[in-house]
């Protein structure tokens, strides 16, 4: 028997594109509406299921599985758009908790250190002799892969430096330790018997406090010193081809704690960023006749316009906190352990990865609707009296974020 009538279509027509819902927009191109999503997520799951999405974005469908009560796991390569989804998702969790409904704490983990350990691994059957060619081949490759992302060439004849990038020597922190105060103290010691003045030390991360003295320290013995963060970008060889991977410049964080009693407030004091991606002058004398641009040049943020000719540029970054998007803080870290689980000898075991989770027990970020940015905590209440280390996360307009611990005692 033949069916007559019109075909089911596979299209919705009563969901409009984002732009209708103007006040979800975040400025991600592909940007799906909540409606829609909560369509797909109602008709595919139910309450205290996973939702996952693996290219999250701006973190429209993780947003719409909280509402939902729906757990939910998110990863995306952006920095950007993992700072955008965790503003977003924290939106949501006030807006749920001012509703007086139920929601989940969240933790965002950086899986890009983990693929370091690919360079470490040494094949444990190998002979002693084969184990120690295997290190030096797998070291060897690891500083050509940085120098390569950094556009910088190999040099050997320069100890304790691994290249050159134009007049400056470049230094390559270690693969699974922190760039130390002892080590740059080093370098500049290297630098002045080579009489080299410019130094660019690249890093997964560096020891906390080692900016701003030891950059001005420096400076007063001739040497000029870039630190850089190596990005988890260097990976991706495809970044790599497609002059994708940004270095950016390790920042410092200056913060004040208010202790009354067995209270204690934060005060955002300063935060100092030294990025430089642009020669001001250069870009300048390249620009077209009438053009504009934006440009970072020696920590500061311009907007470049040209007009017949005649180039003028206004500052942006006015004030220090112009630079922060999101600032929280951990009222007590190093209290949760960061721990994995392994498999070894076919048995599985929980391990110490010898860090700590940054619990956000306190924020204060920039919206679109609210571009004002709290610079003085709430109070929190210590339950005993004792010593603390407090952890204060800044995360800036890229979406790099700096961290900063003390320790107080209440």
């Known amino acids: 028997m033949e069916l007559s009538g019109k075909k089911l279509e596979d299209w919705w027509i009563d ?53 939902l009560g729906r757990k939910w796991i998110g990863c995306d390569l952006g920095r950007f758009g993992i700072h955008t989804t965790r503003k977003r998702l924290i939106n949501v969790q006030r807006e749920l908790k001012q509703d007086n409904k139920p929601y989940r704490s969240f933790e965002i983990l950086n899986l890009g250190k983990y693929e370091r350990q690919y360079y470490l691994g040494i094949n444990p059957n190998l002979s002693e002799e084969d184990k120690q060619k295997q290190s030096t081949q797998k070291h060897n490759e690891y500083i050509s892969l940085i120098l390569s992302a950094y556009k910088a060439e190999k040099v050997e004849q320069l100890p304790p430096f691994h290249g050159k990038r134009g007049a400056n020597v ?42 701003p003295e030891i950059i001005d320290e420096a400076k007063l013995k001739g040497v000029t010193l870039n630190l850089k963060y190596i990005p988890k970008d260097v990976f991706d060889r495809r970044a790599i081809e497609k002059g994708q991977v940004k270095f950016y410049d390790v920042a410092y964080i200056d913060f004040k704690p ?9 005060e955002l004091k300063d935060y100092g960023s030294f990025y430089t991606q642009d020669d001001l002058n250069q870009v300048i004398d390249n620009m077209k ?26 500052l942006l970054t006015k004030n220090w ?23 070894e000898d076919a048995d599985e075991k929980e391990v110490w990865t010898g860090n700590y989770v940054f619990e956000n027990e306190w924020q204060s970020f920039r919206t679109k609707k609210d571009n004002k940015l709290e610079l003085t905590s709430s109070k929190h209440i210590y339950s005993k009296n004792g010593k603390y280390k407090i952890a204060v996360k800044v995360i800036d307009i890229f979406g790099n974020d700096t ?8």
Request: proline share 2%.
């Open 170 to 211: 470049v230094f390559i922190g270690n693969i699974d330790s922190p760039v130390t105060k002892l080590q740059v103290n080093e370098i500049i010691k290297k630098c002045q018997e080579m009489r080299i003045s410019q130094v660019d030390i690249l890093g997964f991360e560096f020891e906390m406090g080692l900016v």
């Open 258 to 266: 208010h202790i009354e009693g067995n209270s204690v407030q934060i």
């Open 15 to 67: 969901i409009w594109s984002c732009d209708r819902y103007r006040t979800e927009l975040l400025g991600y191109p592909t940007q799906k509406p909540e409606a829609l999503l909560e369509r797909i997520i109602k008709a595919s799951s139910n309450e205290n299921d996973i939702v996952a999405d693996f290219f999250c974005g701006s973190g429209s469908t993780l947003a719409v599985a909280e509402k």
């Open 403 to 410: 961290t900063k611990v003390i320790e107080v005692n209440i």
């Open 321 to 343: 906190h112009d630079w922060v998007d999101y600032w929280s803080i951990d009222f007590d870290f190093e209290s949760k352990k960061e721990i994995i689980k392994i498999v």
């Open 289 to 314: 006749k009438n053009d504009n641009k934006i440009i970072i040049d020696n920590g500061q943020i311009f907007k470049v316009i040209t007009k017949d000719g005649i180039a003028t540029h206004e």
